[in-house]
């Protein structure tokens, strides 16, 4: 009789594959999330460090979050709107381009629910937030220069303003608050990998129980 190709051994070595195989699995996710967790970590970091500097008054040198107060002149024509869901509404935001002596440069200068140009005040100084220009998404719509209405994307406004930077100002946002539950999930993770581990290990020490009984069994038919 071999005891290796028994039912009872085939189940239980299947079932020790799937644990092992559930347990590396959890275990990887697990890891995977400490790696973003480190990245959120840093990343959190690096925005509130840059936000936390003194307002710079010109783009040399500056990176994403810092706050800026450029002197310069509002390019007023053309004014271009953009669709955006702003705090669950619909509307778009009112962005000019400013130029300071070396930059032109656009900014984010307010949002409004009518998409119509209205008369607003406008600042001396444009002051906000650097942001990086977004890229063009899939399926976005194409922009309507007769009707003023255009998509904020980096290529399209590089092209159309001459820009200097890669960035925008916004004015009217705060740097966003990102949520940070990576260590939640990596512990979810990591508890689930051990789970496994240990229906891995309770298989390996059932096994051998198993083999210890049909081997006792075996040797008392053998003195029948």
Request: hydrophobic share 40%; proline share 6%.
């Amino acid at each position: 009789m071999d005891l290796n190709h028994s039912p009872a051994q085939n189940g239980i070595f299947e079932m020790r594959i799937i644990a092992l195989l559930f347990a590396l699995i959890t275990g990887f996710l697990s890891q995977w999330q400490f790696q973003r967790l480190d990245w959120k970590v840093k990343l959190i970091e690096y925005m509130h460090n840059n936000y936390n500097t003194p307002p710079l008054k010109d783009l040399k040198n500056a990176h994403e979050f810092n706050r800026v107060a450029l002197e310069g002149k509002w390019l007023l024509n053309p004014v271009f709107l953009e669709y955006k869901i702003y705090k669950g509404s619909i509307g778009c935001h009112l962005i000019l381009p400013f130029k300071t002596n070396n930059d032109i440069i656009l900014v984010n200068l307010r949002w409004q629910k009518s998409c119509k140009k209205i008369q607003i005040p406008i600042p001396e100084k444009a002051q906000g937030i650097l942001k990086k220009l977004p890229t063009k998404p899939e399926g976005t719509l194409p922009n309507s220069p007769p009707n003023e209405y255009y998509y904020l994307n980096e290529i399209d406004m590089r092209n159309k303003f001459n820009l200097s930077s890669h960035f925008y100002i916004d004015t009217i946002n705060e740097i966003p608050e990102l949520p940070n539950n990576h260590l939640i999930y990596a512990l979810t993770w990591l508890l689930l990998s051990l789970f496994f581990i240990c229906i891995f290990m309770f298989l390996i020490l059932h096994q051998r129980h198993l083999s210890k009984d049909l081997s006792h069994d075996i040797h008392l038919k053998d003195h029948k």
